[in-house]
């Protein structure tokens, strides 16, 4: 089984924005480094992933294809991105009562008709909106600092800020995490996903350098 841990998810003022990090780990081995656990599903929705690689990979094959459906239609309709996390917790609640889920916890947002929208669902098909989302490690050590200093009037770079730290915070902690992270918002402008980048960090904190205090 192939893992990816943290995905951390906000709104601000002109949108939605998700991160999470490249890295696919085999049980404590870093085996890739390069996963790309953000995909844009159509240009309104992004969806973001926690948990095994493999199952995520077989929820955003099934999206494809409900594109290509869209596509065929051929009368502009598109699934919005509130419908597809409708769509998502169905498809995660059928599987989990036939006692085979998807080990996934997943981040769904988009902007569609100037509206901001996130939601969040896991291996149980529980799912819910929020301004804030967190999956993995993130949930316990992430999501606390987004509520400390979350605005609904924060700028882009204030977004951007808020959300590098957090995140910062659970790559010290979390043995599971890679620094190296994708970018992804939606807007009016539509969704992009960066190419992956580095965060600075700092490790001659005393706690880093002695541990238990000798």
């Known amino acids: ?31 890739f480094t390069d996963l790309q656990r953000i995909k844009k599903v159509n240009e309104t929705t992004a969806v973001g992933a926690s948990g095994e690689w493999s199952d995520f990979e077989y929820i955003t094959k099934m999206m494809e294809e409900i594109n290509i459906m869209d ?11 509130k419908e597809y ?3 998502l917790s169905r498809v ?19 902007y569609e008709d ?5 939601g969040y669902t896991d291996l ?10 967190a999956t993995g490690f993130g949930a316990h050590l992430g999501l606390p600092l987004l509520r400390k200093q979350w605005r609904a009037d924060m ?16 790559f010290y902690r979390d043995c599971r ?21 580095t965060l600075k960090t700092f490790w001659e904190f005393k706690l880093f350098k002695d541990p238990y205090g000798q």
Not at 71 to 80: I, Q
Not at 124 to 132: H, I, Q, R
């Open 155 to 170: 700028s882009y770079q204030q977004a951007k800020d808020l959300i590098e730290s957090a995140m910062t915070v659970c």
């Open 92 to 110: 995660l609640y059928n599987r989990r009562t036939k006692v085979n889920p998807l080990w996934n916890q997943c981040v769904t947002m988009g």
């Open 85 to 87: 996390h409708c769509w």
């Open 1 to 31: 089984m192939i893992t990816g841990a943290t995905v951390l998810a906000l709104k601000y003022k002109d949108g939605v924005m998700m991160f999470a990090d490249t890295l696919g780990s085999y049980g404590s081995m870093a085996r």
């Open 124 to 133: 149980y098909g529980s799912a819910f909106e929020d301004d804030l989302v």
């Open 114 to 118: 100037g509206k901001s929208f996130l």
């Open 177 to 197: 995490a890679i620094n190296k992270y994708r970018l992804s918002t939606a807007t009016k402008e539509g969704v992009t996903v960066s190419e992956p980048y």
């Open 71 to 81: 596509f065929e239609e051929s009368d502009g309709r598109t699934m919005t991105p």
